[in-house]
């Protein structure tokens, strides 16, 4: 079945970095765009970054332009967030989710605090 395990989530000061991995199974990685999502406590699911499926296009939230870098590997049916001067503000629990085409399905989530 359709399965998206994130990783690579921890504990990180302000300014540091993360790279967060998703590995896909059950379905054909290079078909689908895939995105990365936030949910901070008490705040609705935010996306904060999208990929085509073969990587030639890219979008994110404004809020991590610049700092965030989205990419995949579809040999090794993996997407990654690479995040970069990480702030206070980026604490949450980030998802991976398969976008398009059809149905979508998320991750369990991997947690991100940016904590001095």
């Known amino acids: 079945q359709v399965q998206l395990v994130e990783s690579g989530g921890g504990l990180v000061q302000p300014g540091g970095s993360l790279r967060l991995s998703c590995v896909a199974s059950?379905?054909?990685?290079?078909?689908?765009?895939m995105s990365w999502h936030r949910q901070a406590p008490g705040k609705e699911r935010e996306l904060v970054a999208f990929?085509?499926?073969?990587?030639?296009?890219?979008n994110y939230a404004d809020s991590v332009k610049g700092r965030f870098t989205i990419s995949r590997d579809n040999s090794k049916n993996t997407v990654y967030l690479q995040m970069n001067s990480l702030k206070p503000d980026d604490t949450a629990v980030y998802y991976c989710?398969?976008?398009?085409?059809?149905?979508?399905?998320w991750g369990q989530g991997t947690q991100v605090t940016v904590s001095s």
């Open positions: 989710k398969r976008a398009n085409p059809g149905p979508s399905a």
């Open positions: 059950g379905f054909t990685l290079g078909s689908y765009s």
């Open positions: 990929i085509s499926g073969f990587g030639g296009s890219t």
